[in-house]
């Protein structure tokens, strides 16, 4: 497609230089959550602080994956927003929707598999975060039971869980992970239930696939270990706070908004992590010894120097049976579809 024709689809022909591209959010849940909404408006203030003033953004936030999510996108397409982002998995029939409404506006999709000729879709790569995450568990958990609060039983939900048990089992064998899903991003009341009952079950640390601080403020009242997830939550922690995996959702913002300036904007799968700067382990806190520390962050030198992939065989499922031969990785369409537990993750998959 020429960089004119590409200009047409995004609706930015005739645009003036000087006018700043207009774009919208929408955050399922709130921008204060200090997780995933939070991370995704940090990048979005990232955006505009770093365009000089060639992008204007605004969003909108606690929109449920319901029908309400259509008029939403369908309002900011219609108030002029050159490019919608819609952060959650569950927008993703209501995106495509819409998209095929407005063809001169670009609709960027997180975490979803859908596409069209204005809809792309981008992730980062969380299950690297959740594998770096794992080695530090695996090293100081005293009792080798290990936690997760999840939220919605999803592939990429099912693929941290399952990095985060490799990363921790890489070394120690011994280890095991129990998960307790919420069914909800968002519910902090339900994501404090959840870690008492790991607490009590006997996990000694915790790592969550929820938005709010609630499970490192219960290991922190209960005198056990837990995780920052998708941003730095050592504030709610103290102690109990080991490190974070934390998301840098701007270098995908500042890129895709580049590309539509540029009129080079194309519809496809942007997935970023480690290697990209969209992905980091930070923030360790003062209990991590620093041999720890400096194996944590080899690891993450190694995945992004490509030497390391968490899912490299070989890897059996929760059986036993091997299903990931040595030295064979999974592929990007393979992860994307992950429905199984690894080895050493106790339970089962919600239906």
Request: aromatic share 10%.
């Amino acid at each position: 497609m020429t960089a004119a024709a590409v200009l047409a689809v995004s609706g930015l022909a005739g645009v003036h230089a000087a006018d700043p591209v207009k774009a919208g959010f929408v955050y399922i849940g709130p921008t204060g959550d200090h997780g995933w909404t939070y991370s995704h408006d940090v990048g979005r203030k990232m955006l505009e602080s770093q365009s000089g003033g060639k992008v204007k953004t605004a969003f909108v936030e606690n929109v449920p994956e319901t029908a309400d999510a259509e008029r939403v996108f369908r309002d900011l397409a219609q108030k002029g927003n050159k490019v919608v982002f819609g952060t959650s998995f569950g927008y993703m029939n209501q995106m495509l929707k819409v998209a095929k409404a407005f063809p001169n506006t670009i609709f960027m999709h997180a975490t979803g598999y859908k596409t069209s000729k204005n809809l792309g879709v981008y992730d980062v790569r969380t299950y690297e975060g959740a594998y770096m995450l794992g080695v530090v568990a695996g090293k100081m958990s005293k009792g080798n039971k290990l936690g997760v609060v999840a939220s919605i039983p999803i592939p990429e939900v099912i693929r941290n869980i399952n990095a985060f048990t490799i990363g921790a089992r890489s070394v120690n064998p011994a280890v095991t992970t129990r998960v307790i899903w919420v069914n909800s991003w968002f519910d902090p009341g339900k994501e404090r239930e959840a870690a008492l009952a790991l607490i009590a079950q006997g996990s000694d640390v915790l790592m969550q696939n929820t938005d709010s601080p609630a499970v490192v403020q219960a290991a922190q009242e209960k005198g056990v270990l837990a995780f920052g997830w998708d941003s730095d939550m050592s504030k709610f922690g103290g102690k109990a706070h080991l490190a974070a995996s934390v998301l840098n959702w701007g270098v995908i913002y500042k890129k895709t908004m580049d590309e539509v300036q540029a009129g080079t904007w194309k519809s496809g799968d942007l997935w970023w992590g480690v290697k990209e700067g969209a992905v980091n382990i930070e923030s360790f806190g003062p209990g991590v010894p620093a041999d720890l520390k400096k194996l944590a962050e080899q690891r993450r030198d190694d995945i992004k120097s490509g030497k390391l992939h968490p899912f490299t065989g070989p890897l059996k499922d929760q059986t036993g049976k091997l299903i990931l031969a040595a030295g064979k990785s999974y592929t990007d369409p393979e992860l994307k579809k992950m429905n199984f537990y690894v080895e050493g993750v106790e339970g089962s998959i919600p239906k």
